[in-house]
């Protein structure tokens, strides 16, 4: 199938068409001020960072049990590990 070129000026269906007004928009007062919507998700989030602080540090019993790892004294009881790994204890 051969395609033959085709100049400027040869599509005689195609009209040239003046410049496009664009659509006016209704003038309408700016907001007295800006709102934002925040979903339960962001104010979730703001509430977890502001419990972060608090649940870094750690709690008395963390602290003596590390203090008790470091100086070698920690001696679990390894009944009470095996009965909790079970879910019995």
């Not at 003038?27 to 962001?42: C, F, I, M, N, R």
């Amino acid at each position: 199938m051969k395609i033959p070129e085709i100049g400027p000026g040869e599509f005689p269906q195609i009209k040239k068409v003046g410049k496009v007004r664009q659509a006016e928009k209704p003038q309408t007062a700016p907001p007295a001020h800006d709102t934002v919507d925040l979903g339960s998700e962001a104010l979730l989030v703001s509430r977890l960072k502001t419990k972060l602080p608090e649940a870094a540090q750690p709690n008395a019993r963390v602290a003596e049990l590390t203090q008790q790892v470091e100086q070698g004294t920690y001696q679990p009881d390894p009944n009470d590990i095996a009965a909790r790994l079970l879910g019995i204890g």
